[in-house]
Every structure is written in C-alpha cells, then in structure tokens.
C-alpha cells in the first residue's frame, strides 16, 4: 500500500473555502475511487489556512489512476484561486496499521 500526506496552505483568509473544495474532493474521491482505501481531510488546530490530507491507496496503479481522474482536474481547478502555494507532496510506503487491503476484509466505512 502507499500513503500520501499533502499539506494545502490557503491563501489568508481562505481556510474555510479551501476547506469546502477538499471535503467536496473526499467525497468524490471515496464515492468513484475504490483503489483508494483511505482519504482523510484535516484542519490545523494552530494555523486554520492549513488543510493536511492523510491518503491511503491499494497500489501504484490506484495512485496513479487517482491522478487521472476527471475530478482529480476539476478540484485543482477550485483549488488554484485559493492556495498560497503549490502543495506539498510526501510519497510513502505504507508498513503496518488498521487499514484492510483489498480482497482481506471489509475496509472500514466512516461518515463525520
């Protein structure tokens, strides 16, 4: 499996929105991605510009796959108006956790 963090600064002042654009993106995200077993948006508790996204995905081709959808191209066409800068991007190699793979369980289903 492959994890994801991102972190999106908004612009001052554009945490809510930016906030809107990323919940709107999850939704899309786990709703038409089943390669993606985890998509989690946060909230700075110290910086509310910040958003961080916490991604888990069952393998390259879901990853890659993710980065060709067409919601993949209309989010960030929301999210260029509003982030102070390009996200930041850290790839990783998912070792252990609570995340079930694909054909190994039931993955867990969560609605906030």
Request: overall charge negative; glycine content about 8%.
């Amino acid at each position: 499996m492959i994890g994801i963090i991102a972190e999106l600064k908004a612009k001052p002042g554009q945490g809510d929105a930016l906030l809107a654009v990323m919940s709107e993106a999850a939704a899309l995200v786990t709703a038409h991605e089943p390669g993606c077993l985890f998509y989690e948006v946060c909230r700075s508790r110290t910086d509310a510009d910040v958003i961080k996204l916490f991604e888990i995905y069952a393998d390259q081709a879901a990853l890659d796959a993710h980065r060709t959808m067409p919601h993949f191209a209309l989010i960030g066409g929301k999210l260029a108006p509003l982030i102070a800068a390009p996200p930041q991007v850290e790839t990783l190699d998912a070792i252990s956790g609570s995340i079930t793979p694909p054909g190994e369980g039931e993955p867990v289903q969560r609605t906030y």
